[in-house]
């Protein structure tokens, strides 16, 4: 079966990533340099294939090894120890030995931490010891032999209070020793975790964004895609663009559907982009209904005047749905907030332009 060249499912493999060359020359610069970064973007926008493929290049040119952490979710300091124990688990060759070694050497079990975890009250270990032991082995490793780390969705820290600064407390003394990335898909709280003055991170990272793809590389990444299968992409590259001003995620989705729609050896035509578009809709109309009917208080309009009008402030919007200034802001910090809609100087703008576009059809 001929599979298609518009993966959109799940982060990307390493050698799957295209489109984001700068970015990750630049993070790789900063990795290499000991620059601590933190890496913003909404969901859905590459952040964890961008850090695979980087750290991938970094272990085949032989610069430093890799330890990734994610957090998406996070819970408590069990839960904390028991991913970071995996993280450390799961590398291999050179970088394996060494973690054994320096855990050999500080008494800490690795591969077991969940287990351990799980025993009675009483017979199970302190969350909060076990996670400063494995932080020091982390550390460990770091003087060794170059390593870097990465902390994906590391606005989830936030769940669990005091644990930004458990963490701070071990990394701060090697920053110059250790290449380290905080990735996190809530850019208003990795602002508030690395800006807000009373954080334990604060100015502890250089804030790097990362943005949508730019209209070259959605033409490139199109065109390349369709020609690797003895198709052509006809109008595809240029309506991708627009319908999903460069969203990473929404333009491979459509990307997709259109070639599905494209037989091999054909061009793609108006006629199959159209179809492409009805059945992206189709696919994602049920969710979008499903997280609108749980936005609270003013979320909804506030929503649907940000897509009709492109200002959740519109008069004419307020006036329809009898809203106040103060409710339409609150409504609108807290879609910020959720990463529903991010902030462009003075204006906002719906992340996810398939939603914008569901929020116009349903709402007219």
């Given amino acids: 079966m001929e599979l298609s060249p518009f993966p959109h ?28 970064t933190a890496l913003l973007a909404p969901r859905r926008y590459g952040k964890t294939s961008l850090i695979g493929h980087t750290l991938h290049r970094l272990e085949e040119a032989g610069a430093a090894s890799a330890v ?33 070694s320096v855990a050999a050497g500080l008494s800490v079990r690795l591969g077991v931490v969940q287990i351990d975890l799980r025993q009675k009250p009483g017979a199970a270990p302190d969350p909060v010891a076990m996670c400063h032991g494995l932080l020091d082995v982390l550390i460990g490793a770091a003087g060794r032999d170059p390593l870097v780390v990465a ?13 930004d600064a458990l ?7 090697h920053y110059q020793r250790l ?45 390349r895609g369709f020609a690797a299968t003895a198709r052509g992409a006809g109008p595809v590259a240029m309506r991708a663009w627009t319908m999903a001003r460069g969203h990473p995620q929404r333009t491979m989705q459509l990307a997709d559907a259109a ?14 982009w159209e179809g492409a578009v009805a059945d992206v809709r189709a696919a994602v109309d049920g969710g979008f209904r499903a997280v609108y009917e749980e936005l609270g208080g003013a979320q909804g309009p506030v929503l649907r005047a940000i897509a009709r009008t492109g200002s ?27 990463g529903h809609v991010v902030r462009q100087g003075a204006t906002v703008r719906i992340v996810d332009p398939l939603w914008e576009d569901w929020l116009v059809r349903t709402f007219p």
């Fill in 9 to 36: 499912h799940g982060p990307l493999l390493p050698d799957q990533v295209t489109g984001r060359d700068e970015a990750a020359r630049q993070l790789a610069l900063r990795l290499v340099e000991h620059r601590p």
């Fill in 259 to 272: 070639w599905r729609r494209t037989p091999q050896g054909e061009e793609a035509t108006d006629v199959a």
């Fill in 151 to 163: 902390f994906d969705e590391f606005s989830d820290i936030a769940r669990v209070g005091g644990l």
């Fill in 312 to 338: 959740p402030f519109s008069a004419a919007e307020a006036r329809f749905h009898d809203l106040s200034n103060s409710s339409i802001t609150l409504a609108r910090d807290q879609l910020v907030r959720d």
């Fill in 179 to 223: 290449g380290l990335v905080f990735a996190g898909s809530s850019p208003s709280m990795m602002r508030e975790l690395f800006a807000g003055r009373t954080r334990p991170f604060f100015a502890q990272a250089e804030i790097f964004e990362l943005g949508p793809l730019d209209q070259p590389a959605v033409a490139d990444i199109v065109h």
């Fill in 68 to 100: 990734r952490v994610d957090l998406f979710g996070l819970a408590s300091f069990a839960d904390f120890a028991a991913r970071l124990d995996r993280a450390l688990a799961n590398t291999h060759g050179l970088l394996r030995r060494t973690v054994d």
């Fill in 167 to 173: 963490l701070r407390t071990h990394l701060q003394e």
